[in-house]
């Protein structure tokens, strides 16, 4: 990929432009065509042409992409600013509320959740529905503790008394386990901290948090941590952990997520559990359950697959029967679709393992013509019998990590399509201007009239096509698949779904 040089600009949305080199007549090109073709509104982070989100799809973008953590183009403080600058520009202060419910229960999104739920505690005030809020936004009882956290830190005293009531509310639901497995004693506010901070209403469980009589909870952590202290020696200690994890995995005493992570040191201290791992990882009720993403999956494959262990293929097996479950939703679409993964240098990490794992999912389901575009574009071809992961691992493989020319889709495209999905950060900059004019030209010529799916899938605030001529979706969850369904009809579906939420 080129190299790039960054200027800070004032133009909103973007907090950085990057420009990329290019000759004069490049540059003359650029000029000649903005006079014939529709002119994008904003220029995007990779320095190219955009078209720029309404606040509202924006937020939601960030709200199902965002872990606050560093991205390719933009460090993690530049997005946790934006998510405070959009929250502060959508008047409908509900609808930041509700993207923010969405986010943690459907995708299971926490820390993006939590600053929203911040900034909300700070600038609505005198409103019935906030406590509510503040109670439903709460999933785990640490999540209430994160709330208050970044509202101190950022706002200090006093804590809001909607804020408050609902987090009060919302921890005198949980039981002792719950208590117990998340009383944090030594993280910056702890539960006992949290409590005396917002008053929740008396439950027994909440007496014994505080008076100390609340016994720790049955985790695998604290049973493994038991485990260290009890052995007097290595082979005591890969014993206790035997049996740490044989009972937790035969009771279903671990989460799923936690089995995922946890996968590689079961295998290794507790070979023969691997059958009742195996039904665990396969329980569809327990992967409905979880909100696990499913770039976790991937995770969980790498590690598997670099271990060497005896029953390492049993489990890569059904690694690749729960991805397949956690897509159930995934639509059957009539006709002829393209799915376009975009394999450009800013995709790599995160995005391209969600992108990477939606298109082998969409080309499985649907028999899609699938391509990947970065400097060039190119169709790459699709095995069906194939595993989701497996195909999924493929494209991510054969990516160039180069440039990003969405002109190339259109100039590649050898047929009419009934819809084309693009799956990419949306940071096109090759050619320097948005796709407008390549599309049309291809349209023209296959007399084509698709539906454009835009999958962002890093949450960057821009858009490479009008947004009133693209349907708009962000982020991978079992919701999000969901809501494809609707598409094919109705441009403004995603948004819906955030804002039928009922508060």
């Known amino acids: 990929m080129q190299s790039k040089t960054c200027e800070a600009v004032t133009r909103v949305p973007v907090q950085y432009r990057c420009a990329s080199p290019r000759s004069t007549k490049q540059a003359t090109i650029k000029f000649n065509l903005l006079k014939k073709r529709p002119r994008g509104s904003t220029i995007n982070l990779a320095g190219g042409e955009a078209f720029v989100e309404t606040p509202k799809l924006e937020l939601a973008a960030l709200m199902l992409t965002s872990t606050l953590g560093d991205q390719f183009y933009r460090p993690g403080d530049a997005a946790a600013a934006r998510v405070k600058q959009l929250v502060a520009q959508i008047a409908d202060k509900k609808f930041s509320a509700k993207a923010a419910l969405y986010a943690r229960k459907e995708a299971g999104m926490r820390s ?16 019935s ?65 949290a409590v005396n901070l917002v008053h929740p209403p008396h439950t027994e469980a909440l007496r014994k948090l505080i008076n ?33 994890w044989a009972k937790l995995i035969t009771s279903r005493k671990i989460g799923y997520f936690a089995l995922l992570r946890n996968l590689r040191n079961v295998l290794a201290t507790a070979p023969e559990i691997t059958e009742a791992a195996i ?57 002829k679709t393209l799915v376009a993964l975009d394999g450009s240098g800013s995709m790599m990490g995160r995005p391209i393992k969600i992108g990477a794992l939606f298109a082998a999912t969409l080309a499985k389901a649907n028999d899609a013509d699938v391509m990947l575009f970065s400097d060039d574009a190119r169709y790459v ?45 949306m940071q096109g900059w090759i050619g320097g201007h948005a796709p407008v004019t390549s599309f049309d030209a291809w349209a023209k010529k296959c007399s084509a009239t698709p539906r454009v799916f835009s999958f962002d899938l890093a949450g960057y605030g821009t858009l490479q096509f009008p947004q009133r001529d693209v349907f708009c979706l962000a982020g991978f969850s079992d919701k999000t698949l969901e809501t494809l369904k609707h598409l094919d009809s109705d441009q403004a579906a995603f948004l819906r779904q955030i804002e039928s939420i009922e508060l």
């Open 112 to 127: 993006v959740s939590h600053l929203v739920a911040s900034e909300l505690a700070h600038s609505v005030k005198g409103e």
């Open 129 to 193: 529905w906030t406590a509510k809020f503040f109670d439903r936004v709460v999933h785990r009882p640490d999540d209430a503790l994160e709330i208050l956290a970044c509202y101190l830190a950022t706002y200090d005293r006093p804590i809001p008394n909607a804020l408050k009531k609902g987090l009060g509310a919302a921890l005198a639901r949980f039981d002792e386990y719950q208590l117990a497995k998340y009383r944090k004693t030594r993280a910056e506010i702890s539960l006992v901290d």
């Open 212 to 244: 100390g009589t609340l016994a720790p909870a049955e985790t695998w952590e604290t049973k493994l941590t038991q485990a260290g202290a009890a052995a007097e020696s290595d082979a005591e200690l890969a014993e206790l952990k035997h049996d740490v």
């Open 279 to 335: 039904a665990m990882l396969t329980d569809e009720r327990l992967i409905a359950k979880s909100l696990v993403m499913p770039f976790r999956f991937t995770t969980a494959l790498e590690a598997l697959r670099s271990s060497g262990l005896p029953n390492a293929a049993k489990v890569l097996d059904a690694l690749s029967t729960a991805v397949d479950i956690s897509l159930a939703n995934v639509p059957r679409f009539d006709g």
């Open 381 to 425: 071809s699709i095995t069906p019998r194939d595993s989701t992961l497996s195909i999924a691992a493929w494209l991510e493989s054969h990516c160039a990590s180069a440039g990003t020319n969405f002109h190339a889709i259109f100039q590649r495209a050898k047929r009419a399509y009934d819809r084309i999905i693009i799956l990419s950060d």
